[in-house]
């Protein structure tokens, strides 16, 4: 979720609530307790709901969940996001949500899983804390549907003659699905376990030469914006012409120059930052070597 709504319309991070009315939520069957699970996992369709009018869906199988998810409010509100650092160690739960509207809107989970197969005791908190902001800043959360024991024997099946077959084979778990890119990566997506790569080489730099003055084009081809820096430095090592601009996501920055001196050639040197996945990145540097 944007910052308008994690830090505003949805006050996600109050004290704990539980979410029974208006029947935003199914009840789930109570499990069997299993005292003796040494590994849980996630048991196909997972839903999780917070303590302060919301709740989280994400389908996954086994110890890992390496998939897109969906959060969803009281106010009928909703924002998807990816998965990410997801793992069950035994019995704990830990995870790690990125947000797709912005990404630095990150949720960090952790849970114990009891013996029937649910967390009660759930934790979520916000990373990536905007100085200017004022509320709370962790929930509470419990499971609604149930995790499942990844070690439990498999059911005797029944043999056709006297006595009973071999214990039933558990399938195996589904291959991991592949990892969906914040915005602004060049891959829409990667398979899962690999890093979604940055943007880098999206700006070029082009020039309208006129007798005293020319004209200089920066066009930028990734779907992240930011500020970048223009500087010329003549052959000599004398400074040139040099600029501090703002370019958009896929836009394009245009400003004037004085024309290099007569037979001078100037070293130019464009570079662009801007903020990809809650980290900054150059996602465009441009050299070239000019002159009339």
Known sequence: MSHAKAFGKYPLFAAATAITAAGFLTVAPPVQADPGCAQWGFNGRVELAGGNGWWVNFNATGPTAPTSATVSFVDGGRVDGTISNSAIQGNVVDLSIVWGDKPNNIWDFHGTVSDDGQVRDGGQSLRNIPSDYGGEVASSWKSVTPFKCMDAPAQASTGTGTGTGPAAQQAPP???????????????????????????????????????????????????????????????????????????????????????????????????????????????????????
């Open 174 to 292: 589904p291959p991991p699905q592949p990892v969906k890119c914040p915005k602004g990566s060049p891959a829409a997506e990667v398979p899962a376990g690999q890093t979604c790569p940055a943007p880098k080489d999206a700006v070029g730099v082009t020039f309208t030469r006129g007798l005293t003055q020319w004209t200089v084009n920066v066009t930028n081809s990734a779907d992240i914006g930011g500020s970048c820096t223009y500087n010329a430095t003549a052959d000599n090592g004398t400074p040139g012409a040099s600029k501090n601009f703002n370019i958009d996501p896929k836009g394009i920055a245009n400003f004037n120059v004085a024309a290099p001196a007569p037979f001078t050639t100037y070293h130019v040197v464009t570079s662009c930052t801007g903020d990809y996945d809650g980290q900054p990145v150059e996602f465009g540097h441009n050299e070239q070597d000019v002159s009339l």
